[in-house]
C-alpha cells in the first residue's frame, strides 16, 4: 500500500501547493476549510513517516458544525471550539482514475475550452466542405451503366497454419511439433488503476492484479489441412453508353461449367454531368432497384447538389 502527499491551492493568497495535511494556508494563514479539494500526481513524494502513514489510514477529515473547521480523522473534539463530532460532515473519499497529467499551467477548464474550440473548427470545416451544399442544373452527357457478377469455384486446398489458427471444418492431413515465438501469461503483475482522495491531505494509490502477457519461444503444432475456399475465376459484365439497361450476365438459362457458379450481381452506373461550366462525375449503385439509374435520361438536366470539396452528393431524379 503506497500513500502520496496531497495539495490544495488557497483561494485568497492564491498559494500554490500547500501541504494536504496542513490546516493552515503557509502564506496567508487561512485556514484550509472542508471545502477546497485535494489533488496530487505521480510526483508526488511517498510518505514514509510512520505517524503520518497512520494519519492517512484513519480516514477522511471531518468537519465541525459548530465553527465549520476542519478537523483530523480521530480527534473526539473540534481543534477549534472544543464541540464534538456529532452532526459533523465528513469529507468523501474519491477515485481519481489513472492518466496522464495536464501540462503545468493548464487548468481543466483551459484544457476543455481548447478542445471544445478544435471540435468547433473542425465541424465548421467538415459542415462547408462535405454536409453544406449548393444547387446546380446539370446536363446527362454520358451514363455509363455496368452489370457484373463474378464467376465462382468451391475448391477443397491443401494449407498448413499453426493449430489455433486451422479453420473450422478443416480435415487435417498431419501435424507436427514446431518451436514458435508466442504471447503467453507468466503470472500477474500489478497495475496502477488511479489514486484514493482519502479526504485528509493525502492519497492511496491503487492497483490491481493483471495478467503478465510476454513473448516467448514455445512447442506448438504445426498443422497442414485441407480446406474449401471459394476462388473466383472470372468476371463477367455486360456495359452500355447510352442510358439503355444492359443484360445480367447470368442471362436467361445461361449455363456454368461443372461446379462453377454466379456471385451477386453488382449493378452500377457512373453518370458524367456538365453544368455551371464544369463537369461532374455521379457514381450509383443500383443492385437492388435498377430504377435508381433508368430514371435518369442521356441529354436531360437535372438538380444536382454540390458541396464544397465540388463532389455530387446527390442528384435530385424527376
Not at 473547521?69 to 473534539?77: E, K, L, M, V
Not at 514446431?178 to 503467453?184: D, G, M, P, S, Y
Not at 439503355?244 to 453518370?271: F, Y
Not at 462525375?281 to 441529354?299: L, Q
Amino acid at each position: 500500500m503506497t500513500f502520496r502527499m496531497g495539495y490544495w491551492d488557497c483561494p485568497s493568497c492564491n498559494k500554490k501547493g500547500n501541504l494536504g495535511p496542513h490546516a493552515q494556508c503557509a502564506q496567508c494563514g487561512r485556514p484550509r476549510g472542508p471545502n477546497i479539494p485535494f489533488y496530487t500526481d505521480d510526483s508526488a513524494p511517498v510518505i514514509e513517516d510512520p505517524e503520518m502513514i497512520a494519519r492517512a489510514r484513519a480516514g477522511a477529515d471531518w468537519k465541525c458544525k459548530y465553527c465549520g473547521t476542519d478537523n483530523r480523522a480521530g480527534h473526539i473534539n473540534c481543534d477549534n471550539c472544543g464541540a464534538g463530532p456529532d452532526g459533523s460532515i465528513q469529507r468523501k473519499e474519491n477515485f481519481i482514475p489513472a492518466g496522464p497529467p495536464p501540462k503545468p499551467g493548464m487548468s481543466g477548464a483551459k484544457i476543455l475550452a481548447i478542445v471544445g474550440g478544435v471540435i468547433a473548427v473542425l465541424g465548421l470545416l467538415i459542415y462547408f466542405a462535405f454536409i453544406r451544399t449548393k444547387p446546380v442544373e446539370v446536363k446527362v452527357t454520358e451514363i455509363a451503366w455496368v452489370k457484373s457478377r463474378e464467376v465462382l469455384k468451391d475448391e477443397m486446398v491443401e494449407r498448413s497454419d499453426w493449430k489455433d489458427s486451422v479453420p473450422a471444418g478443416a480435415s487435417e492431413i498431419r501435424s507436427e511439433t514446431r518451436q514458435r515465438e508466442k504471447t503467453v501469461q507468466d503470472g500477474t503483475k500489478k497495475v496502477k488503476t488511479g489514486k484514493k482522495d482519502l479526504g485528509n491531505g493525502m492519497f492511496e494509490d491503487v492497483y490491481k492484479e493483471e495478467p503478465n502477457m510476454v513473448k516467448k519461444q514455445v512447442n506448438d503444432t504445426w498443422v497442414t489441412f485441407r480446406v474449401k475456399e471459394t476462388r473466383t475465376l472470372r468476371t463477367a459484365k455486360n456495359e452500355t453508353t447510352d442510358g439503355s439497361e444492359p443484360e445480367d450476365p447470368k442471362g436467361k438459362g445461361k449455363k456454368l461449367d461443372g461446379d462453377e457458379r454466379w456471385g451477386d450481381l453488382k449493378n452500377v452506373a457512373q453518370l458524367s454531368l456538365k453544368g455551371n461550366g464544369k463537369t461532374y462525375s455521379y457514381e450509383i449503385d443500383a443492385s437492388e432497384d435498377s430504377s435508381a439509374i433508368s430514371r435518369f435520361k442521356k441529354g436531360e438536366s437535372y438538380i444536382a447538389e454540390i458541396n464544397g470539396m465540388g463532389s455530387v452528393v446527390r442528384l435530385r431524379g424527376p
